[in-house]
């Protein structure tokens, strides 16, 4: 059974920090890529970033690009999503999924998530 649990979400201020943080089970973590979306009420779930099994690939949305970096801890079973610079509209619901496909900005190529955290950035 593969679980994903994001935590480290919370308040911010714009221009603040936040790391978010992904905890895997199931044996093949390290086998898969994962990545992190993001929700905001009343629209749709939104690619942030990707990063491959091993690390040596990661993608990020154009919004993000230069302000957010994902890195993963395979020996921890952990993809962590530090948050720099933090604005306003980065305030969503970022969830962890893991990556099967090949579209990585798509959410179809993703299997399992997480419940979810609430990140808001106050202006």
């Known amino acids: 059974q593969v679980q994903l649990v994001e935590s480290g979400g919370g308040l911010a201020q714009a221009g603040g920090s936040l790391r978010l943080s992904c905890a895997t089970s199931?044996?093949?973590?390290?086998?898969?890529?994962v990545g992190w979306f993001r929700q905001a009420p009343g629209k749709e779930r939104d690619f942030v970033a990707t990063i491959r099994w091993s690390g040596s690939s990661t993608y990020y949305a154009d919004s993000v690009k230069g302000r957010f970096t994902i890195s993963r801890d395979n020996a921890k079973n952990t993809v962590y999503l530090q948050m720099n610079s933090l604005k306003p509209e980065d305030t969503a619901v970022y969830y962890c999924a893991r990556f099967i496909g090949s579209n990585w900005y798509s959410t179809t190529a993703y299997d399992y998530w997480g419940q979810g955290t609430q990140v808001t950035v106050s202006s």
């Open positions: 199931g044996r093949t973590f390290s086998s898969y890529g």
